[in-house]
């Protein structure tokens, strides 16, 4: 499901993911524009600091996804062991602590929020000669089959 540009209309998106879908995982993919053949796997939302205008010209009230939230959220996935264990050819996979302020990382919160931690994000580069749709795609299967499995050992 590909979300908007838009904070509101993200978080709408997002709460009936949880309530209507109930996913073990929801897994959330965004452009790291600036990347040129780095996958980032994101590690923890943030609440606060949403001060940049959504493409509806609005940013939430205070600047904040969750009024009542904590100031950050970790996934229940552990990306630093995902980064450590896979290799994907053609395209390095970084792990991260700060999704940026802004759709983005306020997906990433508000699907932590209402998942209660079992929400993953990646931040993927654009598609060039060096990263093709195939290879992309590829190495997020490769990512979401590991998550998976972590989703599978935290059951038992």
Known sequence: MQLPVAYQKAKEQIFRIWTTLHPILSVHVGLASSAKAIIILEQCGKNKGYEE??????HPEGGCCMLDGPEKIESTINMKTIWKN??????????SRDAGRYICDYTYYTSLY???GRAAFIHVPPLSKLVTAGS????????ILEMLKQCGEQKE
């Open 114 to 116: 209402y998942g209660n």
């Open 136 to 143: 992309l795609g590829k190495a997020l299967q490769t990512i």
């Open 53 to 58: 205008m959504d493409a509806c010209g609005f």
């Open 86 to 95: 896979i290799s994907v050819e053609g395209i390095d996979i970084i792990f």
